[in-house]
């Protein structure tokens, strides 16, 4: 044992001393020893408790590298992302540990490829292999597998001339799938991608993914512009279309493209590019001479889509010309009327982007719920509901046509408090004992969404809370939560189910109770412990609700901070996320939730296990669900939706 300078001691002293370091230094080793034999266990609880054990000894826990590294091939996927994760945090690593982990991103467990990847970045590996790896990585078909990918590989501080390489490889991809996986992640990173998407497009190969990246990213992509532009003269017709597809979701930003735009619309030789370039014009409102002559000349095609985008482009470009938008509105309600989806949903998308009266266009809208292409009909109800709740009366007459009823909860669900007056109509849904459980279940959430004014609902939530269907429970406990105090006669039900088995149904109770009885000290002070527990849940769900409702009961759950810190370096990034909204709640610098976390629902409140099926469908640089022309199929997540029709090939 070295001693300060300076520092002496008497013999004896310095015998107890020494004599207590050395029994530390036996105990550890024993400790040490004893977590090791616990990796052996037959049981596959007590290996994943040693292997979190060892992990968090961190660096003291170096003698056990190798026996962690066996662990990552554990017969438990719960064992071996465990594993993966303590190996991470043992600085330096072995080459041995490097090259486990690299083995581990094949692993057939999602969970534990993220966190082998996730270590291998935390550990600063930037070998070629391993880099190679977490590169091929970004194309795992899980999402949490693909942002821990990138998150090491952005930590990794890679030269520009080793990234751009590995993006380009992986977008020039034969593999339709895997580039569409690829594209995803990338746009992802909105603004930061845009670099090395730039110097893609510069990849014939890689070209045409590079611009459907930079669609998706939209107005971020701004600086693209000009080498987006370009590609309007590339021998692929599908690399023109999405480039006039990518400069439209710019948006003005991108209107110095308005002359090539024109001249593709009237002189491409492919009908998809000439769609494309109209609603491009329409999409960076580029009142260009040359462009509006382009559109009014296109308006007199005997093709109706070709009329449709048209005049929704002129409209765009002259939004205070009344003549011109109610020409454009009255050609669109009638191609809601046509046989193709694709045209449908088009002129769904420019109804939208024109802003026309809810007058006008509600009843055809509420018309087209009965749609026979369901992502119209899901379209369609994004729309009305983004329409506000002035359309109430409309919808709750919807409600009592058992073919739109669906639909019309979802729309109620979106219009939120202002649609208080379809309380009584979705009591009397909830009456019946034979209403479907789905129905029910989005009762429930349109319930929740209508929040405090729907307390009259209390009995027939807290009798859901006995059903046999686990989503019925779980839509009720957010129902209840939101409606707040009102529901308070619920608490002692939520009591009950604070302390089941279930760990997502324990945090959920919680999370209604913190609801109901918002600053209740006693409850803060009985809800923090078990929601510091399902912070180290297994399960992501769990782990992202008991953040949500620490966050929720803010400054009085300060005890679970040291808990709640290693979450903000979460595989998830929802997890990460709302565990560092919880930490600024609690620590005073973020108002908390109130009750209300921020998460599943189409509106972005519910617990994530009881999130409604039938939310907004993200998609390309375009509005959600819109086609997509020149790839069939894809669904790209868009950054900056654009209301346009969308043209079709």
């Not at 400069?247 to 930003?253: E, F, Q, V």
Request: hydrophobic share 45%.
């Amino acid at each position: 044992m070295i001693l300060p300078r300076g520092i002496r001691l008497r013999p004896s002293v310095a015998l107890v001393v020494c004599a207590a370091a050395l029994a530390s230094q036996v105990c550890q080793a024993a400790s040490l020893a004893e977590l090791v034999k616990g990796l052996s266990s037959p049981d596959a609880k007590t290996r994943a408790e040693a292997v979190d054990e060892l992990g968090s000894l961190g660096a003291e826990a170096q003698s056990a590298s190798a026996s962690l590294q066996a662990a990552l091939k554990d017969r438990s996927p719960e064992v071996r992302w465990r594993a993966a994760r303590a190996l991470g945090g043992i600085i330096p690593a072995s080459p041995t540990t490097i090259d486990a982990l690299v083995a581990s991103l094949k692993d057939e467990d999602a969970q534990t490829r993220a966190y082998a990847g996730f270590a291998l970045g935390q550990l600063g590996a930037r070998d070629r292999n391993v880099v190679d790896a977490l590169a091929a990585m970004i194309a795992d078909p899980d999402p949490i597998v693909r942002r821990a990918a990138l998150r090491s590989l952005r930590s990794l501080h890679l030269p520009r001339e080793v990234t751009i390489p590995l993006f380009a490889s992986t977008l020039s991809s034969a593999d339709r799938q895997v580039a569409m996986a690829a594209v995803q992640t990338i746009a992802e990173g909105g603004q930061k991608s845009v670099p090395f998407l730039r110097d893609a497009l510069a990849n014939p190969k890689a070209a045409y993914w590079a611009v459907v990246a930079l669609g998706c990213i939209g107005p971020e992509a701004a600086d693209a512009a000009t080498e987006i532009g370009k590609l309007l003269s590339s021998d692929q017709a599908e690399v023109r279309l999405e480039a006039c597809m990518a400069l439209g979701a710019i948006g003005p930003p991108a209107s110095l493209a308005a002359p090539a735009l024109a001249k593709a619309l009237t002189g491409d030789p492919a009908p998809g590019v000439r769609y494309a370039a109209a609603y491009a014009i329409g999409g960076v409102a580029a009142n260009d001479p040359a462009a509006v002559g382009a559109l009014q000349a296109a308006g007199k095609s005997n093709d109706a889509f070709m009329k449709m985008v048209s005049a929704w482009a002129l409209a765009k470009i002259n939004p205070q010309d009344k003549a011109q938008v109610g020409k454009a509105v009255a050609l669109l309600v009638d191609g809601l009327k046509s046989d193709k989806p694709a045209m449908r949903m088009a002129a769904l998308e420019a109804l939208g982007g024109l802003k026309a009266s809810p007058e006008v266009v509600g009843p055809a809208l509420v018309s087209t719920l009965k749609d026979s292409d369901p992502q119209v009909a899901a379209r369609a109800i994004d729309m009305l509901g983004a329409m506000g709740a002035q359309l109430t009366p409309e919808i709750i007459k919807a409600l009592k046509v058992p073919a739109l009823r669906g639909y019309a909860l979802r729309i109620i669900d979106r219009f939120g408090s202002e649609a208080k007056s379809a309380v009584p109509d979705l009591i009397e849904l909830l009456k019946q004992s034979d209403l479907d459980p789905q129905l029910r279940r989005e009762t429930h959430f349109a319930l929740g969404q209508i929040g405090p004014a729907s307390a009259p609902a209390t009995p027939h939530l807290i009798a859901a809370l006995g059903s046999d269907n686990e989503r019925v429970r779980n839509s009720a406990l957010f129902a209840l939560g939101r409606i707040g105090p009102g529901a308070y006669t619920a608490v002692p039900a939520l009591e009950k189910l604070s302390g089941v088995e279930d760990e997502f149904l324990r945090v959920a109770s919680l999370w209604a109770l913190v609801g109901i009885e918002p600053g209740d000290a006693a409850l803060a002070a009985k809800a923090t412990p078990e929601l510091i527990k399902g912070l180290s849940s297994e399960r992501e769900v769990v782990r992202l609700e008991s953040s949500r409702t620490l966050g929720a009961l803010g400054p009085a759950a300060k005890q679970a901070l040291p808990a709640l810190r290693p979450l903000v370096d979460d595989p998830s990034a929802a997890v990460a996320g709302t565990a560092a909204q919880a930490i600024e709640a609690i620590e005073g610098r973020k108002s908390p939730a109130g009750g209300a976390p921020s998460g599943a629902t189409s509106s972005g409140s519910a617990p994530a296990g009881s999130a409604p099926a039938g939310s907004a469908t993200p998609g390309s640089g375009a509005p959600a669900g819109a086609p997509a022309p020149g790839a069939s199929g894809r669904a790209l997540p868009a950054r900056q939706p654009v209301s346009a029709p969308r043209p079709g090939r």
